[in-house]
T-cell receptor
């Protein structure tokens, strides 16, 4: 499977700041890009997702920015809160063929109060 | 509540034991997955079932044996495991051609 490269591995942000997590992919056939949020002791939860026909999608404080030409997408968490402290995974999938996603390695986010 | 339940939530087993993990989804999805999540490692896809047929097996050791009796239930049968198999085992479901995956809370497995 094609790799999805996620960075940074860990991120520390002050309360109220902006958290930014980046992912890059190689397979141009990917056409669905979800982000997952995982709290300790829990399974990952689907947070927000984007398809390549749009460059940005916003849901509350969470925004995905998508750059098709650069094959990159990023998650922005505005006004970060201590409750956002979790591990975030990006993923990519080819919906018309295999529906099996490729996951990034995860980013551990800590938001200090 | 994600609509995907897993039992047990915690399991400690010896290397010679046989146990089974159970997953049930209440979302009407037709694809189900087993993942292994170890500390400091990315999510590892183990098995995928679509419409109750196995469509992916990522070279998982034979000591792990999946079973999907219907589109709502998925099992992972375990036997003669090794200590390195200790991990969080996650079940997920999705629509075959749909959007994201929905994960259960996982089973924390410890092999002694």
């Amino acid at each position: 499977q094609q790799q999805v490269k996620q960075s940074p591995q860990s991120l520390i942000v002050q309360k109220g700041g902006i958290s930014i997590i980046n992912c890059a992919y190689e397979n141009t056939a990917f056409d669905y890009f979800p982000w997952y949020q995982q709290f300790p002791g829990k399974g990952p939860a689907l947070l927000i997702a984007i398809r390549p026909d749009v460059s940005e999608k916003k849901e509350g404080r969470f925004t995905i920015s998508f750059n098709k030409s650069a094959k990159q997408f990023s998650l922005h968490i505005m006004d970060s809160q201590p409750g956002d402290s979790a591990t975030y995974f990006c993923a990519a999938r080819v919906s018309g063929g295999s529906y099996i996603p490729t996951f990034g390695r995860g980013t551990s986010l800590i938001v200090h109060p | 509540e994600t609509g995907v339940t897993q039992t047990p939530r915690h399991l400690v087993m010896g290397m010679t034991n046989k146990k089974s993990l159970k997953c049930e989804q209440h979302l009407g999805h037709n694809a189900m997955y087993w993942y292994k999540q170890s500390a400091k490692k990315p999510l590892e896809l183990m098995f995928v079932y679509s419409l109750e047929e196995r469509v992916e097996n990522n070279s998982v050791p034979s000591r792990f044996s999946p079973e999907c009796p219907n589109s709502s239930h998925l099992f992972l049968h375990l036997h003669t495991l090794q200590p390195e198999d200790s991990a969080l085992y996650l079940c997920a479901s999705s629509q075959e051609w749909g959007s994201g995956q929905y994960f259960g809370p996982g089973t924390r497995l410890t092999v002694t």
